[in-house]
């Protein structure tokens, strides 16, 4: 069980939770460094043209949308932590198999396709399995901390992989530079392994019939779309992310065709993005505190977020640091709302259902993601690059009324308290899936 001595003693003493951030964060800079060495392998030791290089980026991000809601209850089927440590081990034979491979001469395309792809349904299953663990090795009162902690963690390794990345493909090669990603997986596991707190006990089901996994999968649905504060965050999460992936993907396009900025500058203020989710990670609990964890959530995307209409405002010469100003702003305020709407989800749902809300969650707010991608593509061929990043931070600012019209707006600190259980004869009566 988690630890239990409340939200006084230091999250610095909670060894259990340092073991788990201390793993993935270097695992995390492992796969940063993929992040840049996978598409570099294709391209310059295998030839890939362009397409190829977006079908392999195809291959890796379709998991969320394939897996992700069996992920879930498959989560909720099994010790957490076993599952975290086999996916690492996976991900270590997966990704070493392409330094390996180029070693003896026999790298292709099709191996990296399914690298790729493989690497994505792992990493689909850790995920799941990390956000519903987190739970296991700290006090709900700690849940805010812990996620700040994880989530600057994220964005300095997404500053520090792709530098660390380039240097090690100067030196052995961009397939050599993959090795330090299999061995940050390596390093991860051996980090679970030595996590002493044990999972509480998975209740029986109430009947001798075993649950389906559609009937799971079901569940983890409902109680999203039940609960007014998920069904409003995944929405706000949903739509932020249709219009963000519109800027990600038009931005690089803007800022070297329009501005006609060298890609080294161009590399630059994509990467303050990072710095904007490093300052919110830790910028989180303070808010939190000051100004309430519910308030903070909402305000911090109506509000705090309002300088990313900037972006569209970028020009030539120093005017070029409005689009570096607005993306810090939307990264940081994201960030900030993030935290707390994932540790309310944490500490409100039942124990034996994360999993499955989990990746119920993910399932909807990732799923976003190619359809912006493709709007943002269709609306820049018909109406041009300016005028479409406009549509996009307009409508990425306006995400946030899915937080304002929503409980949270009432509230000042969300609600962690652990839900109370039933009484014996109402759980017996109640058919799932009845969880509130």
């Excluded at 081990?89 to 070493?96: M, S």
């Excluded at 690298?115 to 990493?123: E, F, P, R």
């Excluded at 994880?150 to 052995?172: D, E, F, H, K, N």
């Excluded at 630059?268 to 505190?289: D, N, Q």
């Amino acid at each position: 069980m988690a630890d239990d001595s409340g939200t006084r003693s230091s999250i610095w003493r909670n060894r259990e939770f340092l073991l788990l951030w201390g793993g993935q964060t270097v695992s995390e800079m492992g796969t940063q460094i993929t992040v840049l060495a996978l598409p570099l392998v294709a391209v310059v030791l295998l030839d890939a043209s362009a397409f190829q290089v977006g079908l392999l980026a195809a291959a890796e991000t379709s998991a969320f949308l394939l897996v992700a809601l069996p992920a879930g209850a498959i989560v909720d089927r099994i010790a957490k932590r076993r599952l975290m440590i086999w996916c690492d081990l996976a991900q270590f034979v997966v990704i070493g198999s392409v330094p390996l491979a180029h070693a003896a001469g026999a790298l292709t395309l099709a191996q990296l396709y399914v690298v790729a792809l493989v690497s994505g349904v792992l990493s689909v299953f850790f995920s799941v399995a990390y956000q519903a663990y987190l739970p296991t090795v700290l006090h709900r009162g700690r849940l805010m901390d812990g996620n700040g902690k994880l989530a600057a963690s994220r964005s300095v390794a997404q500053i520090a992989g792709p530098s660390t990345g380039a240097g090690l493909v100067t030196l052995v090669g961009a397939a050599g530079a993959m090795a330090a990603d299999a061995i940050s997986f390596a390093f991860s596991a051996c980090s679970l392994s030595a996590i002493r707190t044990r999972e509480p006990h998975r209740p029986r089901p109430r009947t001798d019939r075993r649950p389906t996994l559609r009937s799971q999968i079901r569940e983890g649905l409902d109680h999203v779309f039940r609960d007014p504060i998920l069904r409003n965050s995944v929405a706000f999460n949903g739509t932020a992310n249709f219009f963000v992936i519109m800027v990600e993907t038009l931005g690089p396009i803007f800022l070297i065709r329009t501005l006609h900025l060298r890609p080294g500058l161009v590399g630059l203020l994509l990467a303050l993005g990072a710095v904007g989710g490093v300052a919110g990670g830790v910028a989180a609990r303070f808010l939190a505190l000051r100004f309430g964890s519910a308030r903070i959530s909402w305000i911090s995307m109506t509000v705090l977020s309002l300088p990313g209409l900037l972006i569209p405002l970028a020009g030539h010469g120093w005017w070029v640091l409005l689009f570096g100003i607005g993306w810090i702003s939307w990264t940081f305020s994201s960030t900030v709302a993030g935290i707390s709407l994932t540790s309310y989800r944490q500490a409100a749902c039942p124990p034996e259902m994360l999993g499955r809300v989990s990746a119920a969650a993910r399932w909807v707010t990732w799923g976003t993601l190619p359809l912006g991608g493709l709007a943002g593509g269709a609306l820049a061929t018909a109406l041009g690059v300016r005028t479409t990043l406009w549509i996009a931070v307009i409508g990425g600012c306006c995400a946030g009324l899915w937080l304002f019209f929503s409980p949270l707006r009432g509230m000042r600190d969300i609600p962690l308290e652990e839900p109370e259980p039933k009484p014996e004869a109402e759980a017996v009566a109640e058919r799932p899936p009845s969880h509130q």
